[in-house]
């Protein structure tokens, strides 16, 4: 959600003509992408258009041949040459991914307090204070002392966004944190995306639920062979797709 009364409304994402390739595919376009400080961004677009590269550009998990991006303040240079930043860009950027990545021999509460105490340097009973309140917060605290594997799929991927919360992120990334659930665990992975969204979470979000997105976003944009071809509220590109590469996708898809 946009704050309009929000300290600063310099950008919390830069990304200026930001170009990757894998080989000789090229795989973003020049992307211009600046995102505000508690601004709901949804990434929509075909498989294989490159919204995972995309986001996993922004903290470093790919690198880009060319153009810029800084994330809060932090430059990340083309070619993976910045690794200081890189460094910072990891601890104040967290994703949660298709795939929940827990540890699986950490029981669910040390899964959350292993970064806070590895990274941020915390004592262990200030991290599981701050575990449990995740915990809770995303409705497993009952859930703590099990390991993940007797967890369900939204189980663990609420595990997975305590775990990335646990590090104060500024910004908040997910790739299609919903995709390989079952349907009926969706709703509750979504309600905690939604409750995040509503304390002020600034969020880049690539999912094809489209019903949320349209409710939760500030912005919507679609891309197509990693160019973005058209960006607006949900209603304008929901509603009114201007182009008609969005009107085919959108016909596909909703
Ligand atoms: P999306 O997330 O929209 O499905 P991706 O960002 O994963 O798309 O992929 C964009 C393009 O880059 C696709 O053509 C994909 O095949 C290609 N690609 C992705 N990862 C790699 C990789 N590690 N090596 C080579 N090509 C890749
Ligand atoms: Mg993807």
Known sequence: MNHSNSASNKPIVHMDKVNKYFGSLHVLQDI???????????IIGASGSGKSTLIRCVNGLEEFQNGHIEVDGNELLPNGKSSKALQTIRTEVGMVFQQFNLFPHLSVRDNVTLAPIKVRRLDRGRA?????????????????????SQLSGGQQQRVALARALAMEPRLMLFDEPTSALDPEMIGEVLDAMRELANEGMTMMIVTHEMGFAREVADRVIYIHGGQIVEQGSPREVFDNPQHERTQNFLSRVL
Do not use: F, H, M
């Open 32 to 42: 211009d992408l600046e995102i505000t400080p508690g601004e709901v961004v949804v």
């Open 128 to 148: 599981t204070e701050i575990a449990n309140k995740l915990l809770e917060r995303v409705g497993i605290s009952d859930q703590a002392d099990k390991y993940p």
